[in-house]
C-alpha cells in the first residue's frame, strides 16, 4: 500500500455485508529493513474516523500512481 491509495475496511469474518468503512492511505511507515509495516494510518471519509489499520483488513480499491 502507497500514500494516496483508496482503500476499503474488510473484517473478513464479520459476516457483514457492505458498504464498509472507505478512506484514504495517509502515512506509510517503513520497517527498519525497508520493507512494508504491517500497518497504515487511514483517514476514513465514509466515517468520522483516522488511525492505525493492518493492512490484511484493508483492500486497495484505487492505486495512487
Same mark, same amino acid.
Given at each position: ?10 473484517? /473478513?469474518? $464479520? ?9 484514504? *492511505? *495517509?502515512?506509510?511507515?517503513? =520497517?527498519?529493513?525497508? $520493507? $512494508?509495516? =504491517? ?7 465514509? $466515517?468520522? /474516523? ?13 492505486? /495512487?500512481?
Amino acid at each position: 500500500m502507497k500514500i494516496g491509495d483508496l482503500v476499503e475496511y474488510v473484517e /473478513n469474518d $464479520s459476516g457483514l455485508d457492505a458498504p464498509y468503512p472507505r478512506g484514504i *492511505v *495517509v502515512e506509510v511507515p517503513a =520497517d527498519l529493513d525497508g $520493507s $512494508s509495516a =504491517d500497518q497504515v494510518r487511514v483517514v476514513w471519509y465514509t $466515517s468520522d /474516523n483516522q488511525g492505525w489499520w493492518n493492512t490484511d483488513k484493508l483492500e486497495v480499491l484505487s492505486e /495512487n500512481r
